[in-house]
């Protein structure tokens, strides 16, 4: 995370890079109250006086803080799926004469399970102050995962297994309304979720990347 005051002045300040998410607007004189980002960038955008004052602009300083614990693994996530979207080494090992089409076809449906992931809300249902876990709480059980570069279908269990041991560890209940048959929130129940995530398993490894002849193999969730 970064943090940010100023003591001089007029910017708009963003959370990230894409000037979407304005956090505040600074102008005039004397220092301000630091502002902190939710990841590892802000944009700040200086805008200038029209009316001929020439000033000394503003003074700013940057701090580092470490993320907390459940952003690193569920960043690390994050990373494995970019890493797995953007590896084309995999399909040049097959030596396939149509390997572009097949990457495409590797990211397409990489995309479409990761858009079933987001839609658990994983990282917005981390709460330290949970009191009811999807699984055990402890955020010890995350697996972080990892790439090996001669292996697809270890990376892609990494993957997988990293997904379900973030929803085991931080996943909260707290006021979700998952019980029962009229229950509005019945896909977020962990059960509901591990099969979600068995089914995406089984359908990139039998269906869809069937090049790799990776195996879906029973068991894998708990």
Same mark, same amino acid.
Not at 12 to 18: A, C, N, S, V
Not at 96 to 118: D, E, P
């Given at each position: 995370?970064?943090?940010? #005051? ?8 963003? +959370? ?8 505040? @607007?600074?102008?005039g004189k004397?220092?301000?109250d ?6 590892? %960038? ?5 805008? =200038? ?6 000033? $000394? *602009?503003?003074?700013?300083? #940057?701090?580092?803080e470490?993320?907390?614990?459940? +952003?690193?693994?569920?960043? =690390?996530?994050? @990373? ?14 097959? *030596? ?7 990457? /495409?076809?590797?990211? $397409?449906?990489?995309?479409? @399970? ?5 839609? #658990? ?6 709460? /330290? ?6 699984g %055990? ?15 697809i279908?270890? =990376? ?6 990293a ?9 909260? /209940?707290?006021? /979700? +309304? ?20 068995? $089914? ?9 990347? @069937? +090049? ?6 029973? *068991?894998?969730?708990?």
């Amino acid at each position: 995370k970064e943090k940010i #005051f100023f003591s001089n002045d007029k910017v708009d300040i963003f +959370d990230g890079t894409d000037g979407n998410n304005l956090i505040t @607007t600074y102008c005039g004189k004397g220092r301000r109250d630091a502002v902190t980002s939710t990841g590892t %960038t802000l944009t700040v955008v200086f805008k =200038s006086n029209e009316n001929g004052i020439v000033n $000394k *602009g503003f003074k700013v300083a #940057f701090t580092a803080e470490p993320l907390p614990e459940e +952003d690193v693994h569920w960043n =690390s996530i994050l @990373t494995q799926y970019e890493s797995l979207y953007n590896k084309a080494f995999y399909y040049e090992q097959l *030596g396939a004469t149509i390997a572009g089409n097949k990457r /495409l076809r590797l990211a $397409k449906q990489l995309t479409k @399970t990761m858009g079933k992931f987001y839609d #658990f809300g994983l990282k917005e249902r981390t709460n /330290l102050g949970c009191t009811n876990f999807a699984g %055990t709480g402890v955020s010890g059980d995350f697996v972080a995962p990892t790439i090996d570069e001669t292996d697809i279908c270890a =990376s892609l269990e990494s993957f997988f297994f990293a997904v379900n041991s973030y929803h085991d560890a931080y996943a909260c /209940l707290d006021g /979700l +309304d998952i019980g029962g048959k009229k229950a509005t929130q019945k896909k977020l129940r962990p059960t509901r979720i591990k099969n979600v995530i068995r $089914k995406q398993r089984r359908r990139l490894y039998n269906q869809k990347l @069937t +090049d790799f002849s990776c195996i879906a193999t029973e *068991g894998f969730i708990v």
